[in-house]
């Protein structure tokens, strides 16, 4: 069982920054991968991007503006930077135990966290 929590989400005005954090348990297994997705309303969930245990990373949304990164084997970061009304969302944390490559397929994600709210507003 993996436990993910995901904080640093807020009300931020267009063009700012934010710095989302993903917290995990241990994971024991030698592959895996850890992935932002995010939900807004009314529209279906979609990848972000994709960090795998060996650091190779992914993007899917936010392509020049998102950057994932690990600060250590516990921590996942989601740095968020010129950000646009339309980054407005849920933004989940989510991880796969085995694979080796990233992939955005949500319904192959094992474990997710509670969300944490995005608000992009002036």
């Known amino acids: 069982q993996v436990q993910l929590v995901e904080s640093g989400g807020g009300l931020v005005h267009p063009g700012g920054s934010l710095r989302l954090s993903c917290a995990t348990s241990q994971i024991t297994r030698d592959y895996y991968i850890i992935a932002w997705f995010r939900q807004a309303p009314g529209k279906e969930r979609e990848g972000v991007s994709c960090?795998?245990?060996?650091?190779r990373t992914a993007t899917y949304a936010g392509a020049g503006r998102f950057t994932i990164s690990r600060a250590n084997a516990n921590t996942v970061y989601l740095q968020m930077n010129s950000l646009e009304p339309e980054d407005t969302a849920v933004y989940y944390c989510?991880?796969?135990?085995?694979?080796?490559?990233?992939?955005?397929?949500?319904?192959?994600?094992?474990?997710w966290g509670q969300g944490t709210q995005v608000t992009v507003s002036s």
């Open positions: 989510a991880a796969a135990i085995g694979p080796r490559f990233c992939h955005n397929l949500d319904r192959a994600y094992d474990y």
């Open positions: 960090i795998t245990s060996n650091h």
